[in-house]
């Protein structure tokens, strides 16, 4: 009977077979369904898998006499349903490999519920470390909100522990300020500023430099410190620095 509902709709495409098709074969889909409803994803979201699975054996089998529909539909929505939870389940995407290994070990597990890490890599014949690896992976699976509540005493989230401050925020900041402040010194300033505390050369390098002593280095250095400071906390009243020392600069 299976065989000739399926030659028939095959050969007419009505969907009213095809419905027919569905209702008898959806218990089997259930029934297939209910195995892998002991995880967290729905019975119904399983279920959906498993029928969009059981319209592809409808078109992809072969209704050869003696074939047995129901042993070949089985695999493809077991596949299907195995497919779902290693593309779809998973909150962090992690390899295949890794998702296998995990399976293996979570059933080596319930098989030798007494097996240490040790017993499990043998019994698997992989690494002590794979199977670390492996328990780690369990993570990916179900990850915590950062709103998660943690279970210290002072009643932070998962985020709270987990953030911390970006100093390079702070960093383009600061650099904007000195750039701003630097824009009201004459150049000749603004070069030994630069020279002092960007290149880090040595004051007497730089006065050896321009031809003038340590001593009004160390002047033009003090008096632009100030000067940029002011700006900073008074922008508005901006000067621009000019004295015997640039004049001497520029000589």
């Excluded at 729905?42 to 279920?47: E, I, K, Q, T, V």
């Excluded at 698997?124 to 210290?152: I, K």
């Excluded at 925020?169 to 650099?175: A, G």
């Excluded at 050369?201 to 006065?207: S, T, V």
């Amino acid at each position: 009977m299976d065989l000739a509902l399926i030659r028939l709709y095959r050969t007419t495409r009505d969907p009213r077979r095809l419905d027919k098709l569905v209702v008898r074969f959806r218990p089997m889909v259930r029934h297939i369904a209910q195995q892998y409803s002991r995880s967290n994803e729905p019975l119904d979201d399983l279920l959906q898998v498993g029928l969009l699975a059981l319209l592809k054996a409808i078109e992809r089998f072969d209704p050869q006499p003696g074939a047995s529909f129901g042993a070949y539909a089985r695999p493809t929505i077991s596949g299907e349903i195995k497919r779902h939870f290693r593309d779809h389940t998973w909150d962090l995407k992690v390899p295949r490999s890794a998702q296998e290994l995990h399976a293996k070990v979570s059933r080596a597990r319930v098989e030798h519920p007494d097996a240490g890490r040790e017993e499990l890599a043998e019994i698997l014949d992989v690494t002590v470390a794979q199977v670390r690896d492996a328990d780690l992976t369990r993570h990916a699976y179900n990850a915590n909100s950062l709103d998660f509540r943690t279970a210290d005493d002072e009643g932070s989230t998962l985020g709270d522990r987990l953030g911390v401050v970006e100093g390079g925020y702070k960093q383009i900041e600061d650099m904007d300020e000195v750039d701003d402040a630097l824009s009201i010194l004459g150049p000749r300033d603004r070069e030994v500023v630069q020279l002092r505390y960007f290149d880090e050369r040595l004051q007497r390098e730089i006065g050896a430099e321009h031809g003038v002593s340590q001593m009004q280095i160390s002047r033009i250095l003090n008096r632009s410190l100030l000067q940029m400071a002011d700006h900073l906390e008074n922008p508005t009243a901006t000067t621009t620095s000019s004295t015997d020392d640039d004049a001497a600069l520029s000589a």
